[in-house]
């Protein structure tokens, strides 16, 4: 196991927040294997990426020597974390929530170390509460600390509805860490009230309390919101990988350092020299997202597949070559004329006064053959390859 100091580096990586710092020196000095907590209410089908952040840092402590409980939050799923949510959260059938506990222990092995995982349900106590447990449990805290947390806040400011079943989550949360007498949680920063109450139960149950890791919370593919198959702006861990791969090239540049920052495992000064040759132009930004995408589709995939989704993405995209993963797009037999065929029959481009640029620029062609006019209509009812730019290709059938 590495000295304290190289522990510290390493799990302070990429954390925005942790309560404290202190306290956990003191514990990696007491203690050569601390139990790390990192729980996850099973209420979709899949993980993404997102997911992926807090998974990677739990990995990290394994690698370190330490005991890792992953919790499936079965009992919790079935309340509805409210956290960062201004409405609260429909219910999740428990059919549902086995279905997704089962599909979330096998991708979290992608990442973690199968053999070194503890897995835990929270129905195992959770389940046994009685009404006397609940009461006990909910004596604890007051409804004033419960409106300390921001999202119940502004609900209760806006006269937006509270359940009574919200202010329960989080303290079965935190009654978790006092079952598995966790050292260190793991969670993203909307989860800081959740932590934090783990930390102050422990204390009221004579439990020396869990250090806090807050981790950023990753966002979605447009930048803005965090990355929730709610939003669809996600990448499946088990997304295809020529698929994932295209949805990470897709990123804006700005986002890119982004991931970099949250999902990559280069060491920082690789990144940093990343980013000074792109500021000074001896790097092309679109190199550097092409390494991230290879990285990330390798880490789920392997090497051969990563290889193969670049090769793909730089013959599809960059060469406009058609490969079998070409989109195709169907139009209608009465829109055959090349304004309707680039805007309203396939909404390959945003507008008519775009395509007609495109077609004076000369960058639109149809079977490899250049159209220069706006006036042009596909003479025919044959499948025809679509160029538009350099980048974009389209398989075009005629209904």
Known sequence: MKNIEDQLAIIKRGCAEIINEKELIDKLQKKSKLVIKLGLDPTMPDMHLGHTVVLNKLRQFQELGHEIVFLIGDYTACIGDPSGRDVTRPAVDKKDIIKNSKIYQKEIFKILDKAKTRIEFNSKWLGKFSAEDLIKLASSQTVARMLERDDFDKRYKSNQPISIHEFIYPLLQGYDSVS????????????????????????????????????????????????????????????????????????????????????????????????????????????????????????????????????????????????????????????????????????????????????????????????????????????????????????????
């Open 180 to 399: 598995l007498k966790s050292d260190v949680e793991l969670g993203g920063t909307d989860q800081k009230f959740n932590l934090l109450l783990g930390r102050k139960l422990q204390e009221q149950n004579d439990i020396e309390p869990q250090i806090c890791i807050m981790l950023p919370i990753l966002e979605g593919l447009d930048g803005i919101k965090k990355m929730s198959k709610s939003y669809d702006n996600y990448i499946s861990i088990s997304e295809n990988p020529k698929d994932m791969f295209g949805k990470i090239m897709s990123i804006s540049d700005e986002l890119m350092w982004r991931y970099y920052e949250l999902l990559s495992f280069k060491d920082i000064s690789a990144i940093d020299n990343y980013k000074k040759g792109t500021k000074n132009n001896s790097i092309n930004p679109r190199d550097v997202k092409l390494d991230l995408a290879a990285e990330i589709v390798e880490r789920f995939h392997g090497f051969d597949e990563s290889v193969s989704a670049r090769e793909n993405f730089l013959k599809q995209f960059q060469k406009g070559e058609v490969t079998e993963d070409t989109p195709l797009v169907e139009i209608n037999s009465s829109s055959l004329d090349i304004i309707s065929i680039l805007v309203s029959a396939s909404n390959i481009l945003s507008s008519t006064s775009e395509a007609r640029r495109l077609i004076k620029q000369n960058a639109v062609r149809i079977n490899n053959e250049v159209i220069n006019s706006n006036d042009y209509i596909y003479p025919s009812k044959d499948e025809f390859i679509l160029n538009v730019g350099k980048k974009k290709v389209f398989k075009i059938r005629i209904k």
